[in-house]
């Protein structure tokens, strides 16, 4: 019966992850829901509600190139990229019920590209435009719904230069799209099936890095070097050219009026003049770094784009041909992502995507990061504040792979430790949050977390450190000399941890801090540590193919099985701990009971990586392979029964399971983590009490909770401050608001009355235009009936002549008919009589021919054939005159047929001219009424007209006085223009003599200006040894400062000693008064040897030995970066002369005895620290503890000595600064001298110039 009860189910409940190597990888299907891919599915996430949906895909681990959301936010097509040898998929998936709809493909044989480079919907959502990779760059017209191409093109330009990058729809066209890429621009319609490329296509030169439709008939591009430009209605307008940092606003109308002022049609100019302007215009700031302008984005109340780094640019629309910049966006220096290796910007931070939620309130982008950050659209402006910062959302994930994972038990927490961020973080899974985030300065290699929540195992490259969790930091409560610990975990009560040190499983007390086992066996890398229930079992396996089983009473191993043939990458051990699961490379679960391997079953045919065995020894959790988690049936039987769970894509780290059996959690190599939930276990989960609950409990600092409470009563005094503020301003504001209201109701009145008036003087002159309109109306009325009577007589005098015209023409008709009738049966009868004539004539022939063939018998055989040649060719000839006479007469009958149908259709046209007359009446009708209003309106005109024409007369009067003034004007100009014309006769000839004078000053001044050149490139040499030599200087500078420092740490550490001996004195004197007491005598001393020797021999020792080692690798560093300065400074001057070669050869040389000296310095420095403290009792190194208690009376009687020791310690710092002041002014002189000889040493071409 047991093996037909099922595995256990698992669903993923919430999963944190973004994949970053997918283009356009983050969407908003409305207000709440955002769509991104993570691990192998597609999440939908409801960022408000915290709730998550989840679209599984077919191929978990086929790459995927890109998603596209259609306009209507219904349908998302995956770009996935194909093997080799195979054809790209598109696959489209409904939103709405979360499964695939249609699968897209090339429909070509011949295509050999992997993928599509790019695609986009049209802006109806019914048709999909795709565009594929090298070497083909096909573009084919899909109508995805029916699942068929209807048309394609060749997308690459017509040369073969460039690739194509993107494709944008028109936002009203539906046939309109248009082709950027590096070097690629090209517009194309399709009409009929057939792609044609229409307008500006001049790109060659242009590295295209973004596009955008701005308005239906503009687009908007951005370019490699900043600079950002727009075409129109198919033509480049050169005069939109904007540095897309530099830019403030966008006025395309204005840029149009002075266009046409100018006269020109400019918008046709070739990409190199294009260039060239932004060129010329970006020359004004030279110091200004170039970036490529990318993700352009378009929403109805403006756009946005990135350029720089990491900022995102929102311009705000305005007006149809204005936009003003409103905001600049970017992620926060102070953000906790921003680690020490990159303190204000990282290339991670580069934004990839950006999307605008439907209502435009939100601005979502994605970075290299596999991380969400939002920010408001409509916020605060960019004068209140220019650089707004986004916020993550949801958790803040980690990035970089995650090395080691921990659950709690009192908590619904678990902990994770990042490999690449160095940060720990506690995450909450019943609220799918996260708690707290702490970054660390070294590597962090495990972590594990105690099972009340409250305690923590952290190692770190250094040290292994037990640390207290408080509410928002990790506070270090003891440190353990373990380096790089990869494997710790506390027991199942807590009480014990054990933890690797190298191929040793140390066992420490979680109370006492002691080593209470080291247990020893292993002989490769230790990869897993497993606690039974009862904490009595520690089962260990390794890589070696060793499992053990450890004793936590006596510290023996008492189980082991070895395999050499596996690598064993995790263990399992039940509550009894007498059953042991173990996995590894072979793919196999073994089951290993009593030093033995019982069973030993295949799963999943590849490497499993962790097991898990919840507490009620009734479910086994497997992972393996590429992102599966198994679930096992247990007991094994000899075939294991197993479900297997996909949300990963990539191989699952580690795993852990809730106290309760009811939540599983599993971390991949991406930093995705899976919060799974499970379904069916009833029955095979761990029965807890029923008044279990979780704890909720916290542990902060007293200073800390002094602080809090200090800052609660400073927020509520000032609250109560700012009330009292607040209630006063409100009465002064409420005050002045009620003078404005009268002021202002006093002015309404007086306004009212004064519109009663105008509206009464109003009314009474619309009664009077009233009664002259209706007079009016009755006069055009009659006048109308009386038009209206004489052109309905007029209509029934020209109708009645039109239907007695119509008579007439069927008479005619009809007679017309009889005649041709008549004329047919004539022509038959002649026919027929002219057949029969005819053949009565052949058949005399023929009995001619008969009584000549009984005459001729001899020649029977020829005179036969010759007569039945001739007969066929007669029977023929009369055949061809039939069928000629008959066609004849066809054609004349037809031609009177279609006679007789013409003058049909003529009858039915006038009686449709009738119908369309009568119709025509009733609009002359309609007509005379619109002939009237307008009659009215052009009476108005008229009048308007006439006051213009007396205006335009006066106008015409004063020009022409104008122009006779500007005749008389013309003449003396023309007289004036005589006498400069002999004016500059003489001029000419002044200036060919002036020119014969120029041309050799010219030549001197072009020799002048060489030589000013010559001394220029001079000034700049001396200003480049001038400024290597500043830099010198600040690095002695530095050397002196640190050298200040080594004094007064030297100082302090007197101070200590100085400090340590007054207490040692004091406690030797308190012990005086126990001289008679041998017993208390003796405590006291061992009191004062554990408390003076012990405790602080072995921190002493190491803090001193650190100390020393820090002090002598920052030394070596700095003298180590001057080294390599001055190698720079060496191979740049190369080309120089023999002098400053030797130069920087006695600097080097002076530079590596100032490195030797100092190394002996620290290594002397050294052995005179550790001599000292053996001397005072505090290291055991040089001298044993009881000659040290020896010397101690002896150290302390001799207090002057050490006074000395120090004083000369002091005068030998003194004496180093000195020294390094020496060297400071000594290189001050040489450099002094190297400029003085420059100065001395004369200028190529100045004696010249002298």
Request: some cysteine; glycine content about 4%; overall charge negative.
């Amino acid at each position: 019966m047991a093996a037909t009860v099922p595995p256990p189910n698992i669903s993923a409940r919430f999963f944190y992850g973004l994949r970053t190597d997918i283009q356009f990888n983050a969407h908003y299907v409305n207000e709440s829901d955002i769509i991104y891919p993570a691990g192998g599915v597609i999440v939908i996430y409801n960022h408000i509600q915290k709730k998550q949906k989840f679209i599984r895909l077919q191929d978990k681990h086929k790459p995927i190139k890109s998603l596209v959301l259609a306009p209507n936010r219904r349908w998302l097509a995956l770009n996935e990229i194909a093997e080799e040898g195979q054809k790209p998929i598109i696959t489209i998936y409904d939103l709405t019920t979360c499964k695939r709809r249609k699968i897209l493909t090339v429909p070509f044989e011949n295509s050999t590209a992997r993928e599509f480079a790019c695609l986009q919907f049209t802006f109806d959502s019914k048709y999909l435009v795709a565009i594929t990779g090298e070497p083909d760059w096909y573009l084919y017209y899909y109508n995805w719904d029916k699942g068929k191409v209807e048309s394609h093109a060749k997308a690459q330009n017509p040369s073969g230069q460039g690739t194509v990058e993107s494709v944008q729809c028109n936002p009203a066209d539906a046939t309109l799209v248009v082709i950027t890429g590096p070097y690629t621009f090209r517009i194309m319609n399709v009409a009929e099936t057939v792609w044609r490329q229409w307008g500006w296509c001049k790109a060659e030169n242009i590295n295209i890095t973004t596009c955008m439709w701005l308005t239906p008939d503009r687009i908007m591009f951005g370019t490699d070097n900043c600079v950002i430009m727009m075409v129109e209605n198919g033509e480049l307008r050169q005069n939109c050219v904007f540095n897309a940092l530099d830019v403030i606003e966008m006025s395309l109308k204005k840029v149009e009026t002075e266009a046409l002022e100018e006269g020109g049609d400019k918008t046709s100019t070739t990409s190199k003049d294009t260039q060239s302007k932004a060129e010329s215009e970006r020359s004004t700031d030279t110091d200004s770094e170039v970036y490529p302008v990318t993700n352009f984005v378009n929403f109805p109340k403006g756009f946005v784009f990135v350029c720089g780094q990491g900022y995102v640019h929102m311009f705000e629309k305005e007006s149809p041909h204005h936009w003003r910049k409103r905001n600049v966006f970017r992620i926060s220096r102070k953000c906790y992502k921003h680690t020490r290796d990159y303190p204000i910007w990282s290339h991670l931070d580069a934004v990839q995507h950006i999307a605008v939620d439907p209502n435009q309130e939100t601005l979502l982008i994605t970075t290299l990061r596999n991380q969400l950050y939002y920010v408001k659209l409509f916020g605060q402006h960019m004068l209140q504040n220019p650089e707004i910062a986004f916020n993550e959302l949801g958790p803040a994930m980690h990035y970089g792979p995650i090395n080691s994972l921990s659950m709690c038990a009192w908590k619904p927490i678990f902990i994770t430790a990042g490999e690449q961020d160095k940060s720990v973080r506690i995450w909450n899974y019943l609220t799918d949050d996260i708690e707290m985030i702490k970054l660390y300065q070294e590597e962090i290699s495990c972590v594990s977390l105690h099972p009340t929540g409250l305690f923590a195992v952290i190692g770190f490259s250094d040290k292994l450190r037990f640390m207290v969790v408080l509410i928002d930091d990790f506070e270090v409560m003891r440190e353990f000399p373990i380096r790089n610990c990869k494997r710790a975990k506390f027991s199942t009560n807590g009480h014990l941890f054990a933890a690797v040190n190298a191929q040793v499983i140390q066992v420490f007390s979680s109370v006492s801090f002691n080593n209470v086992y080291n247990l020893k066996g292993h002989n490769g890398i230790i990869t897993s540590l497993t606690w039974s229930a009862n904490d009595l079992w520690l089962v260990s396996c390794g890589t070696e193919g060793a499992v053990y089983e450890w004793s936590m009473s006596s510290g023996q191993r008492v189980g082991e099985v070895i395999l050499k043939t596996n690598q064993f990458a995790a263990c399992a051990v039940n509550s009894h701990g007498k059953v042991t699961y173990a996995v590894g490379s072979d793919g196999e679960i073994k089951e290993i009971g009593s030093n033995t391997i019982r069973r030993n079953l295949p799963l999943l045919g590849c490497p499993l990586d962790t097991i898990l065995l919840s507490r009620s020894d009734m479910m086994l959790f497997i992972t393996g392979g590429e992102g599966g988690v198994t679930s096992v049936n247990l007991p094994l039987l000899d075939k294991a029964i197993y479900n297997e769970f996909h949300m990963h894509n990539k191989k699952v780290t580690c795993t852990a399971l809730a106290y309760d059996d009811q939540t599983l959690i599993s971390v991949a190599e991406d930093a995705s983590i899976c919060i799974w939930r499970l379904t069916n276990a009833e029955g095979r989960a761990i029965a807890l009490d029923k008044d279990f609950a979780y704890s909720k409990e916290i542990l902060i600092s007293k200073k800390d909770l002094k602080e809090k409470i200090n800052s609660i009563n400073l927020l509520s005094t000032r609250m109560s401050e700012l009330e009292t503020e607040h209630s006063y301003q409100l009465r002064q504001a409420e005050a002045t608001q009620a003078e404005k209201l009268k002021e202002v109701h006093e002015g309404y009145c007086a306004a009212i009355d004064e519109l009663k008036e105008k509206n009464e003087t109003m009314e009474n002159e619309h009664s009077h235009e009233i009664g002259m309109i209706q007079q009016d109306i009755a006069k055009l009325r009659s006048g109308h009936e009386r038009t209206l009577q004489a052109l309905e007589a007029d209509f029934n005098i020209r109708l009645i002549g039109e239907y007695d015209r119509y008579q007439s023409l069927e008479d005619k008709t009809a007679r017309m008919r009889k005649d041709y009738e008549q004329r047919l049966e004539d022509l038959a009868e002649s026919k027929r009589q002219a057949l029969r004539e005819m053949n009565n004539m052949f058949e005399h022939k023929l009995e001619e021919k008969e009584m000549l063939l009984l005459e001729l018998q001899e020649q029977a055989d020829l005179e036969k054939r010759e007569h039945e040649t001739i007969k066929s060719s007669i029977e023929d000839d009369a055949d061809r005159e039939i069928i000629e006479i008959r066609t004849s007469y066809e054609t004349q009958l037809k031609e009177e047929k279609d006679a007789n149908v013409r003058l049909k259709g003529e009858t039915g046209l006038m009686k449709k001219k009738m119908i369309a007359a009568h119709k025509e009446i009733e609009e002359f009708k309609v007509q005379v009424a619109q002939l009237k209003l307008e009659h009215i309106q052009f009476q108005k005109v008229i009048s308007n007209l006439e006051r213009d024409v007396t205006d335009l007369k006066k106008e015409i009067q004063e020009r022409d006085g104008t122009i006779q003034d500007k005749e008389k004007r013309i003449y003396e100009l023309k007289r004036k223009k005589q006498e400069l014309e002999k004016y500059k006769f003489v001029l000419n000839f002044k200036i060919t003599e002036l020119k014969n004078q120029i041309e050799p000053k010219e030549r001197e001044v072009a020799e002048l200006q060489t030589q000013i050149d010559d001394m220029e490139n001079e000034e700049l040499k001396l200003l480049n040894i001038k400024h290597e030599l500043e830099l010198k200087i600040a690095r002695l500078n530095e050397q002196l400062a640190s050298a200040k420092k080594d004094f007064m740490n030297q100082a302090d550490m007197n101070l200590q000693l100085k400090s340590t001996l007054k207490k040692i004195k004091i406690d030797l004197h308190n012990m005086t008064a126990n001289f008679q007491d041998p017993n208390k005598l003796k405590i006291n001393v061992k009191a004062l040897f554990h408390k003076y020797v012990e405790d602080i021999d072995f921190v002493r020792s190491r803090v001193a030995e650190n100390e020393a080692i820090q002090e002598f690798n920052r030394q070596r560093d700095h003298l180590e970066k001057q080294v390599a300065g001055y190698r720079q400074q060496l191979t740049k001057a190369l080309g120089g002369s023999k002098s400053d070669i030797n130069r920087i050869m006695d600097e080097n040389c002076t530079l590596l005895s100032e490195i030797n000296n100092l190394r002996t310095e620290l290594k002397s420095t050294r052995s005179r620290c550790f001599q000292m403290e053996s001397i005072l009792g505090l290291s055991a190194r040089y001298i044993p503890p009881a000659i040290a208690r020896a010397k101690l009376k002896h150290v302390t009687e001799d207090r002057e000595k050490l006074d000395e020791k120090f004083k000369q310690k002091i005068e030998e710092r003194e004496e180093t600064i000195v020294a390094l002041k020496e060297e400071n002014d000594r290189l001050l002189g040489k450099m002094r001298c190297v400029e003085e000889a420059d100065e001395g040493s004369p200028r190529p071409g100045k004696s010249d110039t002298q």
